[in-house]
């Protein structure tokens, strides 16, 4: 199991490394890359053709601005791809936009603003689909949340 985090800038890492958290919880390797598709677009192509090579089975890219770094990774590889809008601009509508408005046959999944940490998740869910192992760890994580949560509200809130 293999995941692959790709951001433009290294000023992204900070809304990024909550996917690299979450992964990290279940187990899965992951490695960080800051890439960008404007600025060095032969080393990302040269990159993707490495981590497909390595068994990378997943990549969450995160972006802001034009948010053009998921799509481009998506025209690249028919690995999953899940993008992350990060807040850069215009209150992130731009990135959000550039990653969920993607052509016809070159989905990207496309998680809320900043949310890597539900990139994460998804991808998650998408590996544990072939890994059995995984899949019995997200069903005891889900079922862990959902027995915290009434735990912490079932006395009900004072206002």
Known sequence: MKVAIIFGSKSDMEVMKKASEILKEFGIEHKGYILS??????????????????????????????????????????????GVPINAAIGGMDALL??????????????????????????????????????VKLLKYRKDMKEKFIRENEQGVEF
């Open 37 to 82: 598709a404007h600025r060095v677009p032969e080393k990302l192509s040269e990159t993707l053709k490495e981590l497909e090579a390595q068994g990378v089975e997943c990549i969450i890219a995160g972006a802001g601005l034009a948010a053009h770094l998921p799509g481009v990774i998506a025209s690249q590889t028919i690995l999953p791809v899940i």
């Open 98 to 135: 550039s990653i969920v408005q993607m052509p016809k046959s070159i989905p990207v999944a496309t998680v809320g603003m900043n949310n890597s940490f539900n990139a994460g998740m998804l991808a998650v869910e998408i590996l544990s689909l072939k890994y059995p192992e995984l899949r």
